[in-house]
């Protein structure tokens, strides 16, 4: 029974939530952006997957709030930075070194700056019917030291 729960948690960690193919990015990360509710502008630093569609990071005044794709604007401007690009895209198939589960791969589902530093949510836990109340974050930041790439 084991090796059936093992193999339904390996394929729940490795389906893409979006289903295929993946939909598109509004706006890249340290674009430009405009944020039509409150008439200004900021700079996406992170975009992840929750629910049903991307949520952008956007950090604007020194501080970071998230935005659906109906609240931004791209405006097609990079910021130039001296930061080095991500390691990892999203979707791609990644290994925890950290985890004590069977089942190690993940996908990336989530890229965030944070300190200068990229970050990656991946999907720790399961879904479950209740929630313990002391249960850990099920989509965590995981940084870019405590994953492997996965060549397929």
Known sequence: ?????????????????????MPSLEVNLSEKVYLTDSRTFGYCCGVLWQQDGWVYAVNCERSITYFTKHEIIGTGRVQSTYLRKPAFVLGDRVMLRFDSHATKQRLILGIVLVNNAWFYVVELISPALVRPLAAPARFPLVGEQDLIRVHI
């Open 1 to 21: 029974m084991s090796c059936a729960i093992i193999a339904f948690e390996r394929c729940w960690y490795l389906s893409p939530p979006w289903g295929q193919p």
